[in-house]
């Protein structure tokens, strides 16, 4: 019988294919300063780190030189007010996410969710797809004064969803899942079907190519 623990899901790039939605709205900010606009592959690599860190990479991008007037702070709000309302017009979850979070259930596991996205947007995309009651705790960008890839940000969720580090799994696409793991003494588990370099395997536990791995995986990191 194997050990049951604390799944720790990230959301963008693990749960939920958030891109579709989230190039949209940047796509609409640029034209909003007569910008020209991005691809979804541009915007691919901006995701992970928060909305700010989004924000940052893509005014280096597009107005690197400042004459667009793309300001940080009120790219953020725009951004934000755009976003939040239509989170899920067009990102759908990855195939398999209800399954593999219901088989983790069944066999005892806990399960949160750690994501740098705001809390609104990240209640919201939960509730759309009927997931909220599967998660003990929901550990968003700004429910702490922390973000990952500080630690602190997933021992929240963690001690929120009453678990502890050494019998939790962190599983995520980009390194500030694999480093606030590393920090924090989780095992972690690299979803390589998200928006990560595929290099970025090497600094977890273990990697899945899809969600139909991932229980088997997560349980054999505790086992
Ligand atoms: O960058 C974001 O806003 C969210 O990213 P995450 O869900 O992958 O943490
Ligand atoms: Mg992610």
């Known amino acids: ?18 891109l579709p939605d989230i190039a949209d709205c940047v796509r609409e900010i640029l034209a909003s300063h007569g910008l020209p606009p991005v691809s979804d592959a541009a ?3 901006m995701i992970g780190n928060g909305v700010h860190a989004l924000v940052e990479s893509l005014i280096r991008l597009t107005d690197p030189d400042g ?18 309302p239509r989170a899920t017009r ?11 979070l219901k088989t983790l259930r069944k066999h005892g596991w806990t399960l949160a969710v750690c994501t740098n996205k705001p809390e609104a947007a990240a209640r919201h995309i939960l509730d759309a ?9 929901i550990g968003a960008g700004d429910s702490f004064p922390a973000r990952k890839p500080d ?11 009453g678990g502890q580090p050494a019998s939790t799994v962190m599983i995520g696409d ?14 972690s588990l690299f979803a390589a079907w998200g928006y990560g370099d595929p290099a970025f395997a090497r600094e977890a536990d273990a990697s899945a190519v899809g969600m139909a791995e991932v229980p088997g995986k997560v349980m054999a990191l505790l086992g």
């Not at 050990?3 to 749960?15: I, K, N, P, R």
């Open 174 to 187: 980009m390194m500030p899942d694999l480093l606030a793991a590393r920090g924090s003494n989780v095992r």
């Open 151 to 161: 630690p602190a940000h997933l021992l929240g969720t963690i001690a929120l969803a």
């Open 43 to 45: 915007v691919r690599g």
């Open 90 to 100: 067009l990102s759908r979850l990855f195939p398999g996410t209800e399954e593999a």
């Open 129 to 137: 797809f009927n997931l909220t009651p599967l998660f003990a705790s």
């Open 67 to 84: 004459r667009a007037g793309l300001n940080a702070t009120q790219t953020v709000s725009q951004f934000l007010s755009l976003y939040t």
């Open 1 to 18: 019988m194997t050990q049951s623990g604390l799944a720790v899901f990230d959301m963008d790039g693990t749960l939920l294919d958030s």
